[in-house]
């Protein structure tokens, strides 16, 4: 309605002006080629304005037929396109959906449709041949895709995805830290960075990098301290291995501080301080962890630390073990300890008490299994001794050192499991099958997660 208004607003003044400018007074003469025109100045100004529209008239209408070509072939790009980003939308949906077939055919088809388009086309060309096997293909795909500044990290997460499929980790930390640069505060870039460098052993980096993955939430701040514990127990093997004691202390120490309660470190300090007769500082490392966390591989240190007498030496064993379970009465552990502590006297009354105690805290195979011999040796019922055997053989297995990936049970923990080289997967738990969840994770009910980059 306002345009159609405007239009006649402007036919209006038009026509006003006309009208205006053929009222003027006054004349104008033109000699032509011997030719002398008289015309009246008003009437010269409306024919001059007339046929300068006239002429505009003309050229637009010239330019509108000569343009015709372009427009037509303007609209059949339009369509080409729109067909090209549909054949796009199709071939990544197929390529989620997993199907080769139709993920090549619509590849094929944007790329005919959109030849000069970079960016998802040749990603989906390239995903389609990594489906079908070709992976020289999609490398140079993607390699493309690395050239154009906008889809660059689609390239570089390409090549990425594809190293780690074929097990060239060397080239997948290669590519991970070129994802880094493009996306340095995206948290999975980092974590993949992260574990990247752990597997092909750059341990000084993988601590760098852990501090961002914490930053951006990528790795939990519980995993964090645990994987850096774990670290720094590698660089104390390496440091041993090439007899530099003192860094391999110093990193045991930087573990330790980290967290006091980790049984591995713990037993490391323990017999450091041990070896260096440095028995205050064993004793109360040891008080401290065995307080919050009672295992099987510190009894041994115990016995280490027991004074050292000839005089009353089966009286002040004993008093040395109750030390131990005072240290901790709810520890089925400690009961255990000062149980075998009588064995080794044949204080077999004694023995039993402390694992009657010890069956009702935490009863356990190696629980049944000492309290037999115990029965064996106090000859006094039979019929116990083989309710002992029974129970030891229905009891709950005892915790071993466990690798939560594959299942392997291994004598001591160590921070990166052989032969299929994880890190920071052996774990005190129960024994179970490769590929069970672990009880532990189990009953908080949690899903074991496997890391494609670990497994």
């Not at 939560?404 to 001591?412: F, H, L």
């Amino acid at each position: 309605m306002f345009r159609a208004l405007w239009f006649f607003i402007q036919i209006a003044g038009l026509t006003a002006g006309a009208i205006w400018l053929s009222q003027r007074d006054g004349r104008v003469v033109i000699d032509v080629l011997n030719y002398t025109l008289h015309m009246q100045t008003g009437v010269f100004l409306v024919t001059l304005l007339a046929l300068i529209l006239i002429s505009i008239f003309i050229y637009r209408f010239v330019r509108a037929v000569f343009s015709i070509p372009g427009v037509i072939g303007s609209v059949r790009q339009k369509e080409r396109s729109a067909r090209g980003f549909q054949s796009l939308t199709r071939g990544l949906v197929a390529v989620a959906a997993g199907d080769a077939k139709r993920a090549t055919q619509y590849a094929k088809q944007t790329r005919n449709l959109l030849p000069k388009q970079n960016g998802l086309p040749v990603l989906l060309d390239a995903q389609a041949a990594r489906m079908r096997g070709e992976e020289g293909v999609a490398k140079i795909r993607f390699q493309e895709l690395m050239k154009d500044k906008d889809a660059a990290f689609l390239g570089v997460r390409g090549l990425l995805t594809a190293s780690i499929d074929q097990g060239d980790m060397v080239s997948a930390l290669r590519y991970a830290k070129e994802a880094a640069k493009h996306h340095p505060k995206q948290g999975w870039v980092m974590k993949t960075l992260y574990n990247l460098q752990v597997k092909n052993k750059k341990w000084d980096e993988a601590l760098d990098t852990l501090k961002k993955c914490e930053k951006y939430s990528a790795i939990s701040a519980q995993q964090a301290a645990s994987d850096r514990v774990a670290i720094y127990h590698v660089h104390r093997q390496v440091a041993q291995s090439s007899g530099d004691e003192k860094s391999a202390l110093k990193a045991l120490e930087k573990a330790y501080k980290i967290d006091p309660t980790f049984v591995p470190t713990t037993t490391a300090l323990i017999q450091h301080c041990i070896n260096a007769k440095k028995k205050r500082r064993a004793l109360n490392v040891f008080k401290k962890v065995w307080s919050a966390n009672p295992h099987p591989d510190l009894l041994a240190l115990w016995d280490d630390l027991a004074p050292k007498s000839k005089r009353k030496a089966e009286e002040k064993r004993m008093k040395w073990y109750e030390e131990l379970v005072s240290l901790n009465a709810d520890s089925a552990l400690g009961y255990m300890g000062a149980a075998k502590a009588a064995m080794d006297l044949e204080l077999w009354s004694a023995a039993k008490s402390y694992l009657i105690t010890a069956e009702k805290l935490e009863p356990s195979s190696a629980l049944y299994k000492q309290m037999a011999l115990v029965e064996q040796n106090l000859e006094e019922d039979e019929s116990i001794l083989g309710e002992c055997m029974d129970k030891a053989a229905s009891a709950p297995p005892n915790k071993v050192w466990v690798c939560r990936d594959t299942g392997i049970v291994y004598e001591e923990w160590e921070p990166v499991a052989e032969p299929h080289g994880s890190f920071n997967s052996i774990e005190w738990d129960y024994p179970y099958a490769v590929g069970q969840v672990s009880p532990s994770l189990a009953a908080n009910d949690s899903v074991l997660m496997i890391d494609p980059v670990r497994a």
